[in-house]
């Protein structure tokens, strides 16, 4: 079974649109997390939710939205995306907020904005 | 041997020879390291930690030496077999900041 999983696997799309990602973890842990991996493989974090209140938001556009409707599930909402969106983004979980927390990640999302 | 390529540095190896991947960090306040192994169209995957009491920490063919002094963390793989292709990142965190920092990762080739 796999522990943390999201959709679309890859997600082409045109500039200006609004699409979504979804994530879902069945490992029952309280945190997720939204990171961004550009094309130099340079991982960010965006955004960390625990039991489903927004912990840690690193200085994302308000374009990106993340919300989580109960705490195995974390979506990523984009809004007039634009080129530089383009990346792989990628969910993870873990038991609680502690970095020590082993941090669980999804396969990530390709998005390609042309 | 060790290169920078058009994105990153690549470690390429034989079979069976021990790797060493090196990370520099910046923040001397960092007190919790981790690596991180990515394959290729996978999420990144835990490998191992150290905390900054400790200046080694072993694991299965896996050992990260951490240096204080000169900010410098390392993974040691020994006996590197072709499953161990992969993008390396070490990560570290701040005391009191509950975010991981990546590093810029290294990939590692083995050659059968």
């Known amino acids: 079974d796999t522990a943390v999983s999201q959709t679309p696997k890859y997600l082409v799309t045109q500039m200006g649109n609004d699409k979504s990602i979804k994530c879902e973890q069945n490992?029952?842990?309280?945190?997720m997390y939204w990171y961004k991996q550009d094309s130099k493989k340079f991982l960010k974090i965006m955004f960390s939710?625990?039991?489903?209140?927004?912990?840690i938001n690193e200085t994302v556009p308000n374009r990106f939205s993340p919300k989580s409707p109960d705490k195995a599930h974390l979506n990523l909402h984009i809004n007039s995306l634009e080129l530089g969106d383009s990346a792989v983004y990628f969910c993870?979980?873990?038991?609680?907020?502690?970095?020590?927390?082993?941090?669980?990640f999804g396969p990530g999302t390709r998005l390609l904005v042309l | 041997g060790e290169s920078v390529g058009l994105h990153l540095p690549t470690l390429s190896v034989q079979e069976g020879d021990n790797s060493i991947i090196n990370c520099a960090y910046s923040?001397?306040?960092?007190?919790?390291f981790i690596w991180y192994k990515q394959e290729s169209g996978k999420g990144p995957q835990f490998i191992i930690d150290?905390?900054?009491?400790?200046d080694k920490r072993q694991g299965q063919r896996v050992t990260v030496l951490l240096n204080k002094t000169v900010k410098h963390l390392s993974l040691q793989i020994a006996a590197t077999q072709p499953g161990d292709s992969a993008v390396y990142f070490c990560?570290?965190?701040?005391?009191?900041?509950?975010?991981?920092?990546f590093g810029k990762g290294t990939m590692l080739l083995v050659s059968p």
């Open positions: 490992l029952g842990h309280d945190t």
């Open positions: 990560a570290e965190e701040v005391a009191g900041y509950s975010t991981l920092t």
């Open positions: 923040n001397s306040a960092s007190d919790y």
């Open positions: 939710y625990n039991n489903k209140e927004l912990i």
């Open positions: 993870a979980s873990s038991q609680g907020l502690a970095v020590s927390e082993t941090q669980y």
């Open positions: 150290i905390r900054s009491n400790m």
